[in-house]
């Protein structure tokens, strides 16, 4: 009696032997215990225990039966199957292997005609006995060889062509960067791939653009400065001295100067203040330095990162009469704005007229001509005016290329670094155009551009089936491991189909090969 405890499976009324068959599907190898209805019964045909006990056997299951009914009983014990009154029973007795075959043979068969010895007084023609019988030995003795011959070549065309196997494996992904250093020139007519050249367009726009800025220079400066006092706030955790003299500001439009007249200390401490009286500077004399509250809020100089300023009342007393007049560092600093304008306004005016492809090389841009008849201001040095005003106009030039082309050089370059047996993914391929290196006179320009792919190994597929036909499982893993650069933490799958069997099948063309590729 075996130790092993048995599987339970209550039947139903309504179950059926392909119902009960899926059931036996999750317990190979199991001693399995079928319970039949306490009201109604089922698989009462001697056929359906038949079904039932062969699919036990395909998978290595032994069946018992506990029933009351009379017939299934009956059948049961004519083809060996175990059968119990209680469950307990079958706990205590002991299990019947069932019959592996159910149906008698050929030979067992009764003879349906009368032996020829009590025909013999009828027949007109009868064959003598000596050389009938080694005649019909001779047949079954043939037929049974041809029988066992067509069966071996079945079973053998089955083993070999039956099974079949999918391989599944991730392939691991390689990202190759590519550095390469092309050169724009005006003169070149085709992109060329070895010496990493391609044409440039070499373009050309004239624009107009207005500028406007304040004037920064006064006249005189009033003896008369604006006072007040401000309040500084401790940003650290000591105490910080703060010297006569020390200089603060507004931050908003151009900045108004101040500075302390007395020395003062702030108690250490973050968030600590002191009030100090300030005075404007000559600067920011007059009505300048009358400023309003909570204007005064920087401090210059190697305070600054410790205190944080705040005038919490307005300055006053300042008395300007001041005017403002241009200055040359006005000019100069207009001129330097409305030349970027001008630059700015230029790109985007040719950008306008370029192909889909094509790209400005932005280092490029440039002012190639500026007239002095073409940069006109409202007001010369030292005119009075509260503002300074220059129309101007220049020609533009900048190099554009074509990036397709670029493009072209940048993957030769890349397919020239893939390594032996493997291929790039073309939607990896990325490419960037970087900045400018060098240019010269006569309107060449290198320009570096930076590209990665990646990389995966090249598999080819009727030769791993040859490799794999015939294989375990543990032998077949252990070759892709070693002979495919599959992902490191993608162990290659193998489904052998059916799954019994102990190798891949034998015929290459039944090992299906999938092939997918890494997501990281």
């Not at 960037?432 to 290198?446: A, C, L, N």
């Not at 597929?461 to 077949?476: C, D, I, P």
């Amino acid at each position: 009696m075996s130790s092993r405890k048995p599987e339970f499976v209550q039947l139903e009324k309504g179950d059926d032997v392909n119902s009960i068959r899926d059931r036996l599907a999750f317990m190979r190898g199991q001693r399995v215990l079928l319970i039949w209805p306490e009201e109604g019964t089922v698989l009462t045909r001697k056929l359906d225990l038949v079904l039932l006990q062969r699919e036990a056997m395909r998978r290595a299951t032994q069946i018992a039966l506990v029933t009351h009914d009379a017939e299934v009983v009956k059948h049961a014990k004519e083809l060996n199957i175990s059968t119990f009154e209680t469950i307990g029973a079958s706990e205590r007795g002991r299990w019947k292997r069932g019959r592996s075959k159910v149906f008698i043979g050929r030979d067992q068969r009764p003879k349906e005609e009368l032996p020829q010895e009590e025909l013999k007084e009828v027949a007109s023609r009868v064959v003598n006995e000596e050389e009938v019988v080694p005649s019909r030995r001779g047949g079954c003795l043939l037929r049974l060889m041809l029988a066992t011959l067509l069966m071996g070549a079945g079973l053998g065309a089955a083993y070999v062509v039956a099974p079949s196997a999918v391989v599944t494996l991730v392939l691991d992904r390689e990202t190759i960067p590519v550095e390469v250093q092309i050169t724009a020139d005006p003169q070149a007519t085709g992109v060329n791939v070895e010496n990493a050249v391609v044409p440039a367009l070499t373009l050309r726009v004239e624009i107009e653009e207005t500028g406007t800025a304040e004037a920064t220079g006064v006249d005189a400066a009033d003896d008369i400065l604006a006072v007040g006092s401000v309040v500084f706030i401790n940003q650290t955790d000591r105490e910080i001295t703060i010297p006569s003299g020390t200089t603060v500001s507004t931050s908003a439009g151009t900045p108004i100067l101040f500075q302390t007249t007395n020395e003062a200390t702030v108690p250490a401490g973050r968030g600590n203040q002191m009030e100090v009286p300030v005075q404007a500077m000559p600067s920011a004399g007059g009505s300048t330095g009358n400023v309003n509250e909570g204007m005064i809020n920087t401090v210059i100089g190697s305070l600054s990162p410790d205190l944080t300023v705040r005038n919490v009342t307005p300055t006053e007393g300042g008395d300007s009469r001041e005017v403002r007049v241009v200055t040359e560092e006005d000019q100069t600093r207009l001129l330097a704005i409305v030349r970027q304008q001008l630059q700015s306004r230029a790109f985007t005016a040719m950008s306008s007229n370029l192909g889909e492809n094509q790209i400005i090389i932005i280092e490029t841009l440039r002012i190639a001509e500026e007239r002095p008849e073409w940069t006109t201001f409202n007001a010369e040095v030292g005119d009075t005016s509260d503002n300074l005003t220059l129309t101007m106009r220049a020609v533009v030039e900048a190099t554009a290329i074509d990036t397709q082309l670029a493009r072209q050089i940048a993957l030769a370059r890349l397919s020239s670094e893939v390594p032996r047996g493997r291929s790039i993914r073309p939607d990896t391929v990325e490419f960037e155009v970087g900045s400018v290196m060098s240019s010269d006179p006569e309107g060449r320009v290198t320009f570096n551009v930076a590209g990665s792919a990646q990389v995966v190994e090249q598999v080819d597929v009727a030769l791993l089936q040859e490799r794999l036909a015939g294989r375990s499982v543990a032998e077949a893993q252990q070759y892709l491991i070693t002979e495919v650069d599959v992902a490191q933490d993608a162990l290659p799958q193998i489904v052998i189909t059916p799954d019994f069997m102990p190798t891949l099948p034998l015929l290459p063309a039944r090992i299906e090969v999938v092939i997918q590729e890494s997501t990281e």
